[in-house]
């Protein structure tokens, strides 16, 4: 890669060994380092290049979750890259501004690869949002928050067996954020922007401050909301992300943390750690915090394919590591979709388990939640949606910019066990 007009950014997918508590080595992988990856950051309108070296000594991927981009580059398990290997996906960034990420998606190993470590964010920029004087300093007042759980075995080594009742693999009891378990925050600012990404491979969190203070979503995985959303709990599935506003006050230390929600243990109840309080992060503000950013009242503009002609309405129900009855197969493309076109796909919870729905490739609008209009919290842009026991969401999303008959996008659970169980599907964009 490296022609002109575009920024090539280097990638090594390698293993190393991380310190996350003293005097234990954990064997880890990272994307440049040992555990996790950089901080990829463009702008819209930009063309970017990567060169996403293998130096693991087993296959992988590195998919870039959310983004708009032709289906040879969206680093599913059709782009695999051999040990030594070097994939060199490129595009041209095309979308608003958002909090992505990337991960490992190689058929049946996604669970393993991604929780090894091999995740990073990957921000895009724009002018519109630029404009705004939201927090913006990234690592000041800006910050991002990949929280994981994690589970270490006796030797301190992360755990990866499955527990013989669970079907959705590993829950930890450690929650790591950016690598680091028992974090804090020094704050500096009145108003600090979190760019929260539930990066775990199962785990529900339920945010909420210790002080159960009201904080604003301004964006959700596609980019900001219309307006903020003043709210004290925030819920966010595994690959979800959320940008939330938060005020502080001088010489204060508030935690943030996960809360218990009963609402979403179904069947599966205690087992899958929603009934448990976790601390997440400590934020321990200066005794003077300098006050310059504010949340505006109107961000963004609304998703707006409520009014738009359907071209076609399809449904999935998922249950029993399947959807729609059927298992992933690499070799079977389950459907096409027409360029250009607005689809609405209604997807149902069918089982006792908490599952979510992802889609590669576009960023979707929530119409409705069982008939009713959607939460505050559900009404911008998203490409993963929780689907709650027993429940109906229809989404509306529009196809187009990058056709290919023969390569196939992915749509899932992005349960990770799941997914790599089969709760998968391909589609074309035609
Ligand atoms: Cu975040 Cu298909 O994945
Ligand atoms: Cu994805
Ligand atoms: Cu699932």
Redesign the pocket.
């Known amino acids: 890669p490296g022609e002109a007009g575009s920024r090539v950014f280097t990638l090594g997918l390698r293993s190393g060994e991380t310190a996350f508590k003293e005097g234990a080595a954990t064997r880890t992988w990272g994307v440049n380092g040992a555990y996790l990856g950089p901080t990829v950051r463009a702008r819209r309108g930009e063309e970017v290049a990567f060169a996403v070296r293998n130096e693991l000594d087993q296959e992988t991927s590195l998919?870039w979750?959310g983004m708009h981009l032709p289906a040879a580059m969206d680093g599913?398990p059709h782009q695999t890259v051999a040990p030594g290997g070097t994939w060199e996906p490129r595009w041209r960034i095309d979308q608003q501004a958002a909090t992505l990420?990337y991960?490992p998606?190689v058929h049946g190993a996604?669970g393993d690869h991604t929780y090894r470590g091999l995740t990073g964010l990957f921000i895009v920029d724009d002018d519109a949002t630029d404009a705004l004087n939201l927090p913006s300093e990234y690592g000041v007042d800006d910050i991002p928050m990949i929280v994981q759980d994690r589970a270490f075995d006796r030797d301190n080594q992360f755990e990866e067996r499955i527990p013989l009742a669970g079907s959705l693999g590993v829950i930890g009891d450690e929650i790591l954020v950016n690598g680091t378990l028992g974090p804090y925050f020094d704050v500096t600012t009145g108003l600090v922007r979190l760019r929260l990404l539930n990066g775990s491979n199962a785990r529900l969190y339920n945010f909420g401050f210790s002080d159960d203070r009201a904080f604003s979503l301004v964006a959700t995985d596609g980019g900001l909301l219309a307006e903020p959303w003043e709210t004290d709990r925030l819920h966010l599935s595994p690959?979800e992300r959320a940008e939330i506003v938060v005020a502080f006050e001088p010489g204060e230390t508030v935690d943030l943390r996960s809360y218990p929600s009963p609402e979403y243990g179904g069947a599966s109840g205690r087992l899958d750690g929603f009934a448990d309080l976790l601390d997440i992060c400590r934020f321990r503000a200066a005794d003077t915090l300098s006050d310059d950013t504010e949340v505006p009242a109107v961000l963004g503009a609304a998703p707006d394919l409520a009014a738009e002609a359907v071209a076609q309405e399809r449904s999935f129900v998922l249950a029993s590591d399947r959807i729609n009855d059927r298992s992933m197969a690499m070799d079977r493309i389950d459907f096409g979709v027409r360029e250009g076109t607005v689809e609405v796909w209604e997807v149902t919870n069918d089982n006792g388990y908490l599952h979510n729905f992802?889609v590669?490739d576009v960023q979707f609008q929530v119409l409705t939640v069982d008939g009713e209009t959607p939460p505050p919290h559900l009404r911008g842009w998203k490409d993963?949606v929780m689907v709650a026991q027993g429940r109906r969401y229809r989404l509306a999303m529009r196809f187009g910019g990058h056709t290919d008959p023969n390569m196939p996008y992915?749509y899932?659970c992005?349960l990770l066990q799941h997914?790599d169980d089969g709760m998968?599907g391909q589609f074309v964009v035609l």
């Open positions: 998919h979750h599913g990420w991960h998606h996604t690959g992802h590669h993963t992915m899932h992005h997914e998968m």
